[in-house]
């Protein structure tokens, strides 16, 4: 961190200047001779600074020319890092031209080679091909004089064409009723599959229409069954019934002849309707319990009598 040349000269005075005038000095000398003698320091701090600022100016200008030195040999090193960067940069560039021309030669060779190769086989496959029809023509040529022969005993073909496009159209006339049989009789065992495939589906729809009906029987029968168990119980029920319905006759009647009596006791006309059998057992049961706390009043009074 750089120090400002004032508060420098500054700390420089301070050192040299003494910090404090001994007392005895003082006690000893006149005021005019430490006013030289303040005047000494002072000429004396001054030429020491003005030795310590030459000092300071000279080593400051050789850091400076030193500074610049090093400036100077930075950008020769910069530009030499940049001059060889770009030839770096550059020997890459036709390194990668000259493996871009080998590739792109060598790959054109190994396409004029494999050019070459094809041709070569396609060559080999031509004389292949001329050797094949050189036999067939070879091998063709007693046909060639029998069909000669065949116009000279035909006059309606004037030409070899003509009597090969006739026999042409009767083979492919041929062909085309064998294939037209062998569709036909394809067709037939299709249609034969068909019917097979329908008996027998025909045969597991009965088998399984047998099937339902036995199940069916099962079932009817079950519920035969049930129908029987639930007549019984049916019967049962109506018996038990009228059973309950003659023994609640019985209890109505009852009832009702109770409530009578219980009327004709009281000497009051019957008030409740006939069918009325509960209000009619409420007033049974009222009259009952009147009875019975007169019956508990008349023992309570009979010792007291006595």
Same mark, same amino acid.
Request: hydrophobic residues 40%.
């Given at each position: 961190?750089? @120090? $400002?040349?004032?508060?420098?000269?500054?700390?420089? %005075?301070?050192?040299?200047?003494?910090?404090?005038?001994?007392?005895?000095?003082?006690?000893?000398?006149? $005021?005019?001779?430490?006013? &030289?003698?303040?005047?000494?320091?002072?000429?004396?701090?001054? *030429?020491? &600074? =003005? +030795?310590?600022?030459?000092?300071?100016?000279?080593?400051?200008?050789?850091?400076?020319?030193?500074?610049?030195?090093?400036?100077?040999?930075?950008?020769? %090193?910069?530009?030499?890092?940049?001059?060889?960067?770009?030839?770096?940069?550059?020997?890459?560039?036709?390194?990668?031209?000259?493996?871009?021309?080998?590739?792109?030669?060598?790959?054109?060779?190994?396409?004029?080679? +494999?050019?070459?190769?094809? %041709?070569?086989?396609?060559?080999?496959?031509? *004389?292949?091909? =001329?050797?094949?029809?050189?036999? =067939?023509?070879?091998?063709?040529?007693?046909?060639?004089?029998?069909?000669?022969?065949?116009?000279?005993?035909? $006059?309606?073909?004037?030409? @070899? $064409?003509?009597?090969?496009?006739?026999?042409?159209?009767?083979?492919?006339?041929?062909?085309?009723?064998?294939?037209? +049989?062998?569709?036909?009789? +394809?067709?037939?065992?299709?249609?034969?599959?068909?019917?097979?495939?329908?008996?027998?589906?025909? *045969?597991?729809?009965?088998? #399984? *229409?047998?099937?339902?009906?036995?199940?069916?029987?099962?079932?009817?029968?079950?519920? #035969?069954?049930?129908?029987?168990?639930?007549?019984?119980?049916?019967?049962?029920?109506?018996?038990?019934?009228?059973?309950?319905? %003659?023994?609640?006759? #019985?209890? =109505?009647?009852?009832?009702?002849?109770?409530?009578?009596?219980?009327?004709?006791?009281?000497?009051?006309?019957?008030? &409740?309707?006939?069918?009325?059998?509960?209000?009619?057992?409420?007033? @049974?049961?009222?009259?009952?319990?009147?009875?019975?706390?007169?019956?508990?009043?008349?023992?309570?009074?009979?010792?007291?009598?006595?």
């Amino acid at each position: 961190m750089a @120090v $400002p040349w004032e508060e420098y000269f500054r700390l420089a %005075l301070q050192e040299k200047l003494p910090t404090k005038i001994p007392e005895q000095n003082a006690d000893q000398f006149p $005021p005019v001779l430490h006013l &030289l003698e303040k005047r000494q320091e002072l000429a004396d701090a001054d *030429q020491d &600074l =003005r +030795a310590q600022k030459e000092v300071f100016q000279t080593t400051m200008a050789a850091l400076k020319q030193r500074w610049e030195q090093l400036e100077q040999k930075e950008r020769e %090193l910069k530009g030499s890092f940049v001059r060889f960067d770009k030839f770096l940069q550059d020997s890459e560039a036709r390194r990668s031209r000259a493996l871009r021309r080998a590739a792109e030669e060598r790959h054109r060779a190994g396409r004029q080679e +494999a050019e070459a190769l094809r %041709l070569r086989i396609q060559l080999q496959e031509l *004389q292949r091909e =001329r050797a094949r029809l050189q036999r =067939r023509r070879e091998r063709l040529e007693p046909c060639a004089r029998l069909l000669g022969h065949v116009l000279e005993q035909l $006059p309606e073909f004037q030409e @070899v $064409p003509e009597l090969v496009a006739r026999f042409s159209g009767l083979a492919d006339m041929r062909e085309a009723l064998r294939l037209t +049989a062998r569709r036909r009789l +394809a067709e037939l065992e299709e249609a034969r599959a068909r019917l097979q495939r329908l008996r027998d589906a025909r *045969q597991d729809e009965l088998l #399984r *229409q047998g099937q339902r009906r036995a199940q069916l029987l099962e079932r009817l029968e079950a519920a #035969r069954e049930r129908t029987l168990h639930w007549e019984s119980k049916w019967v049962q029920i109506q018996n038990t019934a009228a059973e309950k319905t %003659l023994l609640l006759g #019985r209890i =109505r009647m009852s009832a009702l002849n109770l409530f009578q009596l219980v009327c004709q006791h009281q000497r009051q006309p019957p008030a &409740l309707d006939v069918e009325d059998t509960e209000g009619q057992l409420e007033q @049974v049961k009222l009259f009952i319990l009147d009875l019975s706390s007169m019956l508990a009043s008349l023992r309570q009074t009979e010792p007291v009598a006595s």
